[in-house]
């Protein structure tokens, strides 16, 4: 109970302040994002996107720059070439993942390694650091959850259509390979906010976790939107009071809070299947 209380006086501090709204931020844009990744099925593809964004952060610190300046075209970049690869050739998509999954990281090595000196905060942009988010990185986060909430907003319901039934869209004469590499371009935008917060190599739990259980309560697509992103706010404050309770890394603290509230709920509408298999006449019962 100190321990929490010693979290809630730490809010004062500028950092812990940058913290909780890097948090929340990001969550907003994986409870968006997250939804049409988990609804599509390209949780895959999004490790594919934020893997290979590396190679644009072992580019920025070889020309030395910002490695969010190089994370944010690179990242996107690769988005549009893993869309137009997977769409217009005979490549099959997880084999694109893989070869844009393994270039990204080794080209990321390779600039690394051929800069001299030391790379500082790498770890922070592998694993997540999010004490250490500046101000700068917050007003970059609001501007890309500005940037995905209006392209969700516009494109709304061809995005679901894409989702639900790619072939229809097609028939329909909407642009589906257009809104195809919009939504991956989308995913590279969430990724570029999230890097500082879980780290590259825990991105794709923070997409998929909070939309996954979301899911579980409702299959309208506005609906699980608001649903993950409440819920990846909640939990995401929670694993960050955590980890600085017990004096643990924020990024992984974060996404082992959310899996385990995920176990959870799984196992709990487990129980309630198997005891509405057993007892049919309550299904009739169940509110609409």
């Known amino acids: 109970m100190i321990a929490f209380f010693d979290f809630i006086e730490s809010l004062q501090y500028g950092f812990m302040q940058n913290a909780v709204a890097a948090t929340l931020l990001t969550c907003i844009a994986c409870g968006i994002i997250g ?12 490790g594919g996107i934020s893997h290979a964004s590396f190679g644009g952060v072992g580019l920025s610190y070889f020309l030395g720059l910002d490695p969010l300046l190089g994370l944010l ?3 996107i970049l690769s988005a549009i070439v893993l869309g137009f690869v997977s769409k217009k050739t005979k490549v099959s998509e997880d084999t694109a993942i893989g070869i844009l999954w393994s270039l990204g990281v080794a080209a990321g090595v390779i600039f690394i390694y051929l800069t001299p000196g ?3 905060d790498l770890m922070t942009y592998l694993f997540g650091n999010i004490l250490t988010v500046p101000s700068s990185d917050i007003y970059l986060m609001v501007a890309i959850d500005l940037i ?3 392209v969700v907003l516009l494109l709304f319901k061809e995005f679901v259509a894409l989702c639900f039934d790619e072939e229809y869209t097609e028939v329909s004469g909407l642009p ?9 371009c989308l995913i590279a935008l969430s990724v570029v906010a999230m ?15 909070p939309a996954s259980i979301s899911r ?5 697509i506005r609906k699980m939107i608001v649903l993950s992103s409440i819920i990846g706010m909640i939990l995401g404050f929670s694993g960050l009071a955590l980890s600085y309770i017990f ?5 992984a603290m974060i996404i082992i809070c959310m899996g385990f509230v995920y176990l959870i709920i799984s196992g709990l509408f487990s129980l309630k299947e198997k005891y509405l298999r057993k007892n049919p006449k309550k299904i009739n019962k169940e509110p609409n």
Do not use: E, H, Q, R
């Open 176 to 184: 589906s390979n257009a809104l195809y590499i919009i939504l991956l």
């Open 35 to 46: 939804v049409f990744v988990v609804t599509k099925k390209i949780v895959s593809l999004t």
């Open 195 to 209: 890097i500082k917060v879980v780290g590259m190599i825990l991105i794709i739990a923070m997409l998929t976790i």
């Open 247 to 251: 004096d643990m890394p924020s990024g």
């Open 73 to 75: 075209p690179f990242s």
């Open 118 to 120: 030391y790379a500082p």
């Open 148 to 150: 995905i909430i209006f």
């Open 216 to 220: 579980k309560f409702t299959y309208d």
